[in-house]
């Protein structure tokens, strides 16, 4: 049997950056849901399709292949034989990402996908409706959030790191329009599951979150007596 930890949260939270290292410290697979949605968003935009029309949303995703892999240095995306692991980070594809999110048939496409790796593996699966529909039976659920102004700043030295520019105001006000359109949308929205835990990560470092989402894990491995 598998080992599945869901974890949903608000855009920015740190969900990607603490999933993942604390994947690592556990030996289980890190899948970053937001990265599927993703890149169905480049695609469209290089498509010149708009993401918030259903009907041609739907109507491109036949077309559509979308890889993901598992590397040493996180997860690879592509767009067929194409590696658009970069590419996905812009504004562009986050705010793409958020509008074609919410069409059920994006939805349905990728639902499958999401439950195969969790059956083949053990997982710390990170999204917005990982806990609610994705992984309904998930041994642990997490709702991993931050206040949204500590994560337009958390974000904004992401950007200066990567020699981006950034501004506090703009990023703050995309952060609150995602959050909006996620926790409104009327499939899946973004809400804890009724049994998540909540993991508060503002004023932490991101070690300290790492290492509270690890014990989370390791408490709930000894309560249901798993060995894996
Ligand atoms: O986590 P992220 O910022 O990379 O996600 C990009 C967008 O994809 C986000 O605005 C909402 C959507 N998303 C979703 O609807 N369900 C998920 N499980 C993951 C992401």
Redesign the pocket.
């Known amino acids: 049997m598998t080992f599945a930890v869901a974890i949903?949260g608000p855009?920015?939270a740190g969900?990607?950056s603490i999933a993942k290292a604390a994947a690592g410290k556990l030996g289980f697979l890190y899948v970053?849901?937001?990265?599927?949605?993703?890149t169905i968003?480049l695609y469209l935009l290089r498509e010149q399709i708009d993401p918030r029309d259903p009907a041609a949303v739907e109507a491109a995703l036949p077309g559509l292949e979308v890889g993901i892999e598992a590397a040493e240095e996180g997860q690879k995306m592509f767009l067929g034989e194409e590696e658009v692991t970069a590419l996905i980070r812009t504004p562009e594809v986050?705010m793409a990402?958020?509008q074609c999110?919410?069409i059920p048939a994006v939805?349905a496409y990728l639902l499958e996908l999401?439950r195969e790796l969790a059956r083949k593996n053990n997982v710390l699966m990170?999204?917005?409706?990982?806990g609610t529909v994705?992984l309904p039976d998930a041994q642990l659920k997490i709702f991993l959030t931050a206040a949204a102004e500590e994560r337009a700043r958390r974000r904004v030295r992401q950007l200066e790191a990567a020699g981006q520019k950034a501004e506090f105001e703009k990023i703050l006000s995309e952060i609150c329009l995602?959050d909006e359109?996620?926790s409104r949308r009327e499939i899946?929205p973004?809400k804890p599951a009724a049994d998540s835990l909540l993991l508060d990560t503002t004023g932490e470092t991101l070690e300290e979150s790492v290492q509270r989402l690890v014990e989370m894990v390791e408490a709930r491995l000894r309560e249901q007596g798993t060995r894996l």
């Open positions: 949903d855009a920015g969900k990607s970053d849901t937001g990265a599927l949605y993703r968003a986050s990402a958020s999110s919410a939805r999401q990170d999204g917005r409706d990982i994705v995602r359109q996620d899946a973004l």
